[in-house]
């Protein structure tokens, strides 16, 4: 199964932010969604990536004082990305060894979409628990 495959469905709208957002603004935007991570764009190009973490890291070393900051400044960057062919395994897989949770989903230099580790991981559980039904189908007709 593929990330692409996976995405099928979706509305295709990624939550995202300009380089020159504030931290305030993105902490807010964050909290509002309930989400854990935005991609960070210069124009229609992904630089980097915001998340929870670059935030509590950042307020850690420098105090308050970073809530007025660009998204830019406190963001990881590059960002890790994936294509759309990927196997979702292999995407699990690249998350747990770089300790990452978020993948921006690119087709050439354009970002189609924005996966989280909890949306991999869903897929997997809901495919393994389809499998398993299956099983016991095929073993219950039998």
Same mark, same amino acid.
């Given at each position: 199964?593929?990330?692409?495959?996976? =995405?099928?469905?979706?509305?295709? @709208?990624?939550?995202?932010?300009?380089? @020159?957002? %504030? &931290?305030?603004? *993105? *902490?807010?935007? $964050?909290?509002?969604?309930?989400?854990?991570?935005?991609?960070? =764009?210069?124009?229609?190009? *992904?630089?980097?990536?915001?998340?929870?973490?670059?935030?509590?890291?950042?307020?850690?070393?420098?105090?308050?004082?970073?809530?007025?900051?660009?998204?830019?400044?406190?963001?990881?960057?590059?960002?890790?990305?994936? %294509?759309?062919?990927?196997?979702?395994?292999?995407? $699990?897989?690249?998350?747990?060894?770089?300790?990452?949770?978020?993948?921006?989903?690119?087709?050439?230099?354009?970002?189609?979409?924005?996966?989280?580790?909890?949306?991999? &991981?869903?897929?997997?559980?809901?495919?393994?628990?389809?499998?398993?039904?299956?099983?016991?189908?095929?073993?219950?007709?039998?």
């Amino acid at each position: 199964m593929t990330i692409a495959r996976m =995405m099928r469905g979706r509305d295709g @709208d990624v939550v995202a932010v300009q380089v @020159d957002t %504030t &931290v305030r603004a *993105v *902490v807010a935007l $964050l909290a509002e969604r309930r989400i854990g991570a935005v991609p960070v =764009m210069d124009g229609d190009r *992904v630089v980097g990536i915001l998340s929870e973490r670059d935030l509590v890291h950042c307020l850690a070393a420098e105090g308050a004082a970073v809530i007025d900051r660009t998204a830019e400044s406190v963001m990881t960057a590059p960002p890790i990305t994936v %294509t759309g062919d990927m196997p979702v395994l292999a995407a $699990l897989s690249l998350m747990t060894r770089r300790r990452i949770r978020h993948l921006p989903v690119m087709e050439g230099e354009r970002m189609v979409g924005f996966v989280s580790i909890g949306d991999l &991981v869903k897929h997997r559980i809901d495919g393994i628990e389809a499998e398993a039904a299956a099983l016991r189908d095929y073993i219950s007709a039998g």
